[in-house]
């Protein structure tokens, strides 16, 4: 793991969750950097979404320190603009920077005012264990009903050197980006413009937060940033430019396909391809509708290949198809041909399903280019566990 260079982290526990487990983290780089966000889509929006994007305007794209807590959305509050802005002038004063070059994120129960002392009085000792090799601590700080950490590394090979790029994100319900409970923060030490940098994290999002559901649910709270410092003394020339893109796109699929794995009381990671749509977007909406069903979710969490489900979902998405040009395959085995039953063998196949990942694949034979590829999970009686007792 060889992190981008110029960034220190740190975390602590400050009293935000009833569990005694970090809750509060922060990200500094040691240089300003450029910076890139993209938030929820929710017409409900945190104090913390609402305090990042103005700063990120005032600033003109610049940010040197990322703030987040887990354990309290602060969103739906009475305090919750004060409560934002309060932390990150207190993050601000401790690490001597412009309070808008601080962006804040936070992630937990909605609804429930947040003390600001908590963290204000947290934060000499979070500055305090500022250090470069804590990003794994950092990672875990913000998790909620998360099971496991969710990173990714890459590096990249430039004219002039090399650049690394660092990633984590935490989610695992109340997911499906719209931009799932979902916080994202990538780091990089490549030299980037703002103009430059944000057209690139949203055609990354696009290609992986954005294929992403678990139950259908936006959160009110999501967040990805992205970092790049210029630490590293490698401006991308043109040419570098496709590649870092390429890199990035891969890296944030990860961390999505991670959050899939991870969804709540899942067993099973679904991967859902479609293809023959008239264009990506179509294709993308019959991924999203097939991922979003609770028949085809449960159908898979009992291994049962039942692709009527999927062929129903799929019409029922919107896009216009002949479904007598439909096939369909559930782990490679062909299920449907023309909108119809094929042979295969019941019990191989449900064998075949039998393992944690599972794979769809849907298409339109002589349909258009649009081609998808979207990433859930299945749907179990653990979920309803979970999200029964939240808040308890």
């Not at 780089?29 to 609402?50: E, G, I, K, L």
């Not at 959160?219 to 590649?243: E, Y």
Request: with cysteine; proline share 4%; aromatic share 6%.
């Amino acid at each position: 793991m060889n992190l981008p260079a110029g960034f220190s982290y740190s975390a602590l526990y400050a009293g935000i969750r009833k569990a005694r487990q970090d809750d509060l983290a922060l990200i500094f780089s040691t240089v300003p950097a450029a910076a890139a966000a993209v938030f929820t889509r929710n017409r409900v929006q945190a104090a913390p979404v609402r305090l990042a994007r103005k700063h990120l305007e005032s600033s003109g794209g610049e940010a040197q320190a990322i703030l987040v807590n887990a354990g309290n959305a602060n969103c739906a509050t009475r305090t919750g603009a004060r409560v934002a802005l309060a932390c990150c002038q207190a993050a601000a004063k401790g690490l001597k920077v412009k309070t808008n070059r601080v962006l804040p994120a936070s992630t937990g129960v909605i609804g429930v005012e947040l003390d600001p002392a908590l963290i204000t009085t947290a934060m000499p000792r979070l500055i305090e264990g500022l250090a470069a090799d804590r990003f794994e601590d950092v990672s875990r700080a913000i998790l909620t009903t998360d099971t496991f950490a969710k990173t990714a590394f890459a590096e990249v090979a430039v004219k002039n050197g090399i650049v690394r790029i660092a990633g984590m994100t935490k989610g695992a319900g109340m997911i499906q980006p719209n931009m799932a409970t979902t916080l994202g923060f990538v780091l990089t030490d490549a030299a980037i413009m703002p103009p430059m940098l944000r057209p690139m994290l949203r055609k990354a999002v696009d290609l992986s937060f954005n294929r992403l559901s678990v139950d259908g649910d936006t959160s009110t709270n999501d967040t990805m940033i992205l970092l790049a410092n210029g630490a590293s003394g490698c401006n991308l020339k043109a040419s570098d430019r496709q590649v870092f893109s390429e890199a990035l796109h891969h890296l944030m699929q990860d961390l999505a396909r991670q959050i899939a794995k991870d969804g709540e009381g899942a067993r099973k990671r679904i991967t859902i391809e479609v293809s023959g749509a008239a264009d990506e977007a179509s294709a993308s909406v019959i991924a999203r509708a097939i991922a979003n069903s609770p028949l085809v979710k449960t159908a898979i969490a009992g291994s049962d290949p039942n692709w009527g489900r999927i062929l129903s979902a799929a019409g029922n998405s919107g896009v216009a198809f002949d479904p007598r040009k439909a096939d369909i395959w559930l782990q490679d085995v062909k299920v449907c041909t023309s909108g119809l039953a094929a042979d295969f063998s019941e019990p191989e196949l449900k064998e075949k399903l039998n393992g944690d990942e599972c794979v769809i694949r849907f298409n339109i034979r002589g349909g258009g280019p649009g081609r998808s590829r979207f990433w859930t999970c299945d749907l179990t009686e653990k979920y309803i566990e979970i999200n029964a007792s939240y808040r308890t």
